[in-house]
Nanobody, 125 residues
């Protein structure tokens, strides 16, 4: 059974950092695109970053480029999202998601088949 489990969220002040983890099981990460999405209160779910199959091309939303870095550790079956210089507008529930395929995309979240339960990130002074 394919499963995704996020962790690492919390309450931080603007300018601080967090590292989110997404532990995966039940599938071979190399055969899947994995993405990070977030949903702020009252807003639509939006793409944050994604990484293609076999550690392929990584893509980022414009507002996180230069601040967030996505990586994967196949040996640990885990994907990470390092978030630096956090801003209040980064607040939301962060989800990791997976879909079989090769190239990642961030614009159509229903295109991902499998989702974790989410982890909450709050950036506030």
């Amino acid at each position: 059974q394919l499963q995704l489990a996020e962790s690492g969220g919390g309450l931080v002040q603007p300018g601080e950092s967090l590292r989110l983890s997404c532990a995966t099981s039940g599938f071979t990460m190399d055969d899947y695109v994995i993405g990070w999405f977030r949903q702020a209160p009252g807003k639509e779910r939006e793409g944050v970053s994604c990484i293609g199959a076999r550690g392929g091309v990584t893509d980022y939303a414009d507002d996180v480029k230069g601040r967030f870095t996505m990586s994967r550790d196949n040996a640990k079956n885990t994907v990470y999202l390092q978030m630096n210089n956090l801003k209040p507008e980064d607040t939301g529930i962060y989800y990791c998601a997976a879909v079989p395929g090769y190239l990642c995309q961030l614009t159509y979240w229903p295109g991902y088949d499998y989702w974790g339960q989410g982890t909450r990130v709050t950036v506030s002074s």
